[in-house]
């Protein structure tokens, strides 16, 4: 795969459902360099480095987002449970001793 950065094409190696992500990331790159001069040989390893570093916050940031998700899921989770639990526990103190004479009641008989 070739991209253009600062008018300077790149040759990287990489997988064919990398490259869109990657020829997003080099744009990005160019418009954010706009202005930088220098030797082509520094120019590509800046580029390199530079697309490293936003392919792993991007990759980073879509680690958190499946988190969050994760844990919002987990989250309903644990208030359904709570909630279902609300509803099958009694209610008034005296519904609580009527069930456990209920249970004792049940065990002797």
Request: glycine content about 6%.
């Amino acid at each position: 795969m070739r991209i253009t950065i600062l008018g300077h094409d790149i040759d990287l190696a990489c997988q064919p459902h990398e490259e869109r992500r990657l020829e997003d990331l080099s744009r990005a790159l160019d418009a954010r360099l706009a202005g930088f001069t220098g030797e082509p040989d520094a120019l590509r390893r800046l580029a390199l480095t530079a697309l490293s570093l936003m392919d792993e916050a991007q990759a980073t940031n879509a680690a958190l987002a499946r988190a969050r998700c994760e844990i919002e899921r987990l989250t309903d989770m644990v208030v359904e449970a709570k909630i279902e639990a609300a509803a099958a526990a009694p209610d008034t103190p005296e519904r609580g001793r009527v069930g456990a004479l209920r249970r004792v009641a049940e065990g002797a008989a």
